[in-house]
């Protein structure tokens, strides 16, 4: 009987301290936000926003409900936001451009990743807003689509064009934008892969063996265990900068060659459909530069480099709305327009 009470009452408990936890997370991460400053005080100022507008941005950029969702052949995707007061994200029509015409004459199609997306700055401080600010000061009428997303390289970007000409978003005489550099991995796994490859082999099995697979989720999923989870990795050692080295000494000729053949199907999809297609390559890290000097002699692609003005960045990596300002003026002066 003894045995049976202890039991009880350890089950009890247990669930006792998942319900706490339930009710204790949502108010600890709201009072941690209360008088918290994402950014660094310079960051900040470049913002031109309140102090209250500042901690919104941050919230809108890192905290929304859910940050990616999945999607068909590219993997991930942000997660749509229509209501937000600085990030907005749209499904049909990706990072939100401000003052886009109902009647635009041709279209600006951007593709990249998180310097393209625009990540801690607003909608209308991101490089394609700008890039449409200057299209607006040279009287031209053009609409202006930001489709950069977080982690993407030039292989999701070219899936999500060909999708994007599939749908006919994109029309003859339509300028397309490539910005890459940075994220570029070549054959490696992309985000999130080996969670879904786990998940898709656990659940397509013979039915009565899936109640394992659902012991297993349901503990993994408690409250405590993702306490546990979040608590851990803070404690695990940053990863040692020497062995990262090393590894993209080793894999960087597979990555310039998937890259010079992204170029090459680009090219020759915009050439069959008419489309006025710019691929520019942007590296943060010059450095990785000597990597890609085979590939600077390819066709139809544009360096972005040796800037007398300093990019500000924050500590997450993101740039600063005089930044992609500047960037924006830069790729205007690669473009052509016809």
């Known amino acids: ?28 991460t709201n009072l941690k936000f209360t008088n918290f400053s994402p950014y660094s005080e310079e960051y900040s100022k470049s913002l031109n926003l309140k102090k209250e507008e500042i901690l919104d941005l941050y919230l809108e950029t890192w905290q929304r409900e859910r940050l990616f969702e999945y999607e068909q052949y590219t993997g991930i995707t942000e997660s749509e936001s229509i209501n937000g ?7 049909e029509k990706g990072r939100l451009v401000p003052n886009n015409s109902e009647l635009c004459t041709r279209n600006v199609f951007f593709y990249g990743g998180e310097n393209v997306f625009g990540y801690d700055v607003t909608d209308k401080q991101t490089i394609p807003f700008y ?16 489709f950069g997303r977080r982690t993407f390289f030039s292989t999701q970007e070219n899936i999500l064009f060909q999708n994007h000409i599939y749908l006919e978003k994109i029309k003859k005489g339509d300028l397309v934008i490539f ?16 969670f879904i490859e786990e998940n898709y082999k656990e659940l397509h099995q013979k039915y009565w063996k899936l109640y394992k697979v659902g012991i297993k989720h349901f503990f993994n999923l408690l409250p405590i265990t993702q306490l546990y989870e979040v608590l851990s990795k803070r404690n695990k050692p940053q990863s040692n900068n020497e062995t990262e080295e090393k590894k993209t000494e080793l894999n960087f000729k597979n990555i310039v060659n998937v890259y010079k053949i992204n170029l090459n199907i ?30 600077l002699i390819e066709k139809n692609l544009f360096e972005l480099k040796n800037f007398k003005k300093k990019l500000l960045r924050n500590k997450f990596n993101s740039l600063n709305p005089e930044s992609n300002n500047f960037l924006a003026g830069e790729i205007y002066k690669l473009i052509s327009i016809k």
């Open 85 to 91: 007061k600085h990030v907005n994200i749209s499904k």
């Open 179 to 194: 910005i890459d550099g940075d994220n570029e991995i070549g054959n490696n796994k992309i985000i999130n892969t080996d």
């Open 266 to 295: 680009r090219n020759l999809i915009c050439e069959n459909y008419q489309f006025n297609c710019y691929n520019i390559l942007f590296l943060s890290d010059s450095n990785k530069r000597n990597y890609f000097e085979e590939v």
């Open 131 to 146: 890039f449409k600010n200057i299209l607006e000061s040279q009287n031209y009428n053009f609409c202006v689509y930001n």
């Open 1 to 28: 009987m003894n045995k049976i009470r202890i039991i009880l009452i350890t089950f009890l408990v247990f669930i006792l301290l998942n319900a706490i936890i339930v009710f204790l997370w949502p108010i600890r």
